[in-house]
């Protein structure tokens, strides 16, 4: 089971970006996934994640500003990530939760960077 995300980018402060994560292998709407991000220098973190049912978990630095959703049908994730700050540069992973390990790379998938600079 592969998940790849993609949609990073380059964004000046208080911009928005929509990250998408495709699920290839194995039954999409099955599991709890979530949005997980690496800040340089830090430890790899989870930033939202939506269960199989649809409800859905915020990080504290991200809430209100940050929204999760999935389409089971198209076996996607989304990450809607309105009014950035510089403090959310980080590459940008999307995983099962809980993942099999945090730091172990054969767990994860390439990521995809986001920067938030002006």
């Known amino acids: 089971v592969q998940l790849q995300a993609s949609g990073g980018g380059l964004v000046q402060p208080g911009g928005s970006l929509r990250l998408s994560c495709a699920r290839s292998?194995?039954?999409?709407?099955?599991?709890?996934i979530g949005w997980f991000r690496r800040v340089p220098g830090k430890e790899r973190e989870l930033v939202a994640l939506?269960?199989?049912?649809?409800?859905?978990r915020y990080a504290d630095f991200v809430k209100g500003r940050f929204t999760i959703s999935r389409d089971n049908a198209q076996n996607t994730l989304y990450l809607q990530m309105n009014n950035l700050s510089p403090e959310d540069t980080a590459v940008y992973y999307c995983?099962?939760?809980?993942?099999?390990?945090?730091?172990?790379?054969?767990?994860w998938g390439q990521g995809t960077l986001v920067t938030v600079s002006s």
């Open positions: 292998g194995g039954i999409f709407g099955i599991n709890d």
């Open positions: 939506i269960t199989s049912g649809g409800s859905s």
């Open positions: 995983n099962v939760y809980p993942p099999p390990s945090y730091n172990d790379p054969a767990f």
